[in-house]
């Protein structure tokens, strides 16, 4: 009988502890807004969404629709960018975890002098502002619409098409101290080239870019899914910037961007994925 007693005293506890520890789980933040994300459009026929593990290439997501064109087919209408990247894969597979601030973080390690901090502060918003060391993702967003670059995802759309096709390129940085680092400035530079506005310099030795079908981003869309389709194409390498040319570019932009936007959760749900098919 001791024995027995002793038996179950121990299994309870056990038994206790993974209830706890699942409960833990599963009442972390973003395990709770992925729930609700999966209650929220469960059968209510959402498209592919984003953003995703580009290493992942399963989906189960069956609604399709014609890839864009092309980035050098259509106008580029804006650019913006989150604090840490929103997708992961390639080089930015760190999670960040801190502050409750969703997203991934370069992987690969930066030297003391790269990471010597600044005394300005870089892009301030009501919540922080941006350090040496810190990830960002830059999406430049093209529109098969007749536009011109502008501020936000509006700039996309104008009367005559109310659903023109949508492409994000989506490049991922690292901010180092380093006056021979990329450019911010450079990076966002647009031209109009045979009649479409075109980012000029986006990076070209970031490996091969991940094309997928999914949608818009942002924190907004934690708990419901986006309707807007976006054909993706993310590259899985990361480029360095100088951290003072991303504050230069905050102060004055045509895109009236002057702070990091925050992440959506990374989707993981295959109901909410198109399978990756390069």
Known sequence: MKMNRIFLLVSSAMLLSGVSAFASATEHPVAKQRQ????????????????????????????????????????????????????????FSSPAEDDNQ????????????????????ICPSEQSSLATGDTIELH??????????????????????????????????????????LDFNQLTAVSEQDGLYQAINIPTNTGDAIEYAGSTTGPTYNEIGSPFQVTWSVKPKVAKVNIASVGQWCESNIFEEDHAHGVRNLVINPDLLAPITQ
């Open 36 to 91: 609700a994300l999966a209650s929220n459009t469960h059968d209510q026929g959402f498209g592919p969404q984003s953003p995703r593990d580009i290493s992942q290439l399963a989906g189960e997501n069956k609604i399709a629709f014609n890839p864009a064109p092309p980035a050098s087919a259509m106008n580029l209408c804006n650019i913006h960018f989150h604090r840490n990247a929103e997708h992961a894969g390639g080089e």
């Open 102 to 121: 969703a997203g991934f973080r370069y992987s690969g390690t930066l030297t003391r002098a790269e990471l010597a901090p600044v005394k300005q502060a």
């Open 140 to 181: 430049y967003v093209y529109s098969s619409a007749k536009v011109s670059p502008g501020p936000t995802l509006g700039a996309c759309f104008n009367d005559a098409i109310k659903n023109p096709q949508l492409r994000a390129i989506a490049q991922v940085y690292v901010l180092v101290n380093d006056e021979k680092a």
